[in-house]
């Protein structure tokens, strides 16, 4: 499954590390995972930071954003896959829909083989800890450490997209399905922080590799009864990175939220003649 992102070749597992046939070495770490990212500086900060990580794990523990994960596994349903299946989550962050999609789809019959990968080590490295089941890589979706030819399942949820190398690592039958924010996703979150709240862009990837085979969204509300909660979603989202000042302050000053949330979901199959 993984290949080694020197030279390409397959990656034999050797208790605590990977090796490929010309030798490059690759070591699991204590959590389990295993960084296959090159041109990887100690201690360079790839991805969602620290403080990100963990106001996302809080958050999405607390079952917010739980509809989701329901979403996919209708999806998968209703195209009636093989019952053993390799799902790759690109972009796991700290593995939250990894985790709980493999889960359901494992206890409706299904035999699934599940790999997260995200650019942060932080985010990898908590998502290993956590789940054992599920082997996950510190990688870049520009250069996926997977086989040709090797996903039943591809999943993008809220997270970059590299089509040639999703297309490249896409079985011929697989499915690729996106997540991305509604137009109105956290709009209210966005009203209080902001003096002027633009809606959020349509999902933009449209691949001449892909066919989109469906679009579905899910709207609803969403309450948030602490400060605390409201701080973990703000730092989660790409806004953390974008807002001043006067923004922070106005944030810290909210207890409680209400928000319509939303969520756009895509799913493609590749084109059959490319390639
Ligand atoms: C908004 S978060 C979503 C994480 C997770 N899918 C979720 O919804 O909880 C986006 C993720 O993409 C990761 N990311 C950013 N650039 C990346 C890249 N080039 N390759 C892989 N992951 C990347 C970030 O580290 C972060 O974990
Ligand atoms: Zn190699």
């Known amino acids: 499954m993984f290949v080694c992102p020197k030279c390409g ?5 050797f208790e605590r590390i990977f090796k490929c ?6 070591d699991i770490s ?32 607390l079952g917010n954003y739980a509809v989701i994960i329901q979403k996919l596994f209708y999806i998968i349903e209703s195209f009636g896959l093989n019952k053993n299946l390799i799902l790759i989550d690109a972009g796991c962050g700290e593995g939250y829909y990894t ?3 493999t889960a359901m789809l494992d206890a409706a019959g ?17 998502a290993s800890k956590t789940y054992k089941n599920i082997s996950f890589v510190v990688g870049s979706v520009n ?15 809220f997270a970059p997209i590299s089509e040639k190398e999703f297309f490249r690592i896409l079985k011929g039958e697989g ?16 009203e209080m922080v902001y ?33 605390e909660q409201v701080n973990d979603l703000f730092t989660m989202t790409p806004y953390f990175y974008k807002t001043g000042a006067k923004e922070q302050k106005k944030l810290q000053s909210i207890s409680s939220l209400t928000t319509e949330i939303g969520f756009v979901f895509c799913v493609y199959k590749k084109q059959p003649y490319v390639g």
């Open 110 to 126: 299904y035999n699934i083989s599940a790999y997260g990968l995200d650019v942060s080590k932080e985010a990898v490295a908590l």
């Open 195 to 227: 003096d002027k709240v633009y809606e959020n862009p349509p999902p933009k990837f449209a691949s001449p590799l892909f066919n989109k085979v469906e679009e579905e969204s899910v709207l609803s509300d969403m309450t948030l009864s602490s400060p």
């Open 30 to 61: 204590s959590q389990g995972y295993v960084n296959l990212l090159l041109g990887n500086k100690k201690n360079a900060v790839h991805g969602d930071n620290k403080l990100m990580v963990s106001a996302r794990r809080r958050f999405l523990s």
């Open 175 to 190: 499915i690729l399905i996106t997540v991305s924010p509604s137009p109105r996703h956290l709009y209210g979150l966005k």
């Open 9 to 13: 070749l397959p990656l034999n597992n």
């Open 21 to 26: 046939p010309n030798g490059h070495c690759y």
């Open 143 to 157: 250069a996926l450490p997977f086989s040709d030819n090797s996903a039943d399942i591809l999943l993008s949820v």
């Open 99 to 101: 985790n709980a999609l």
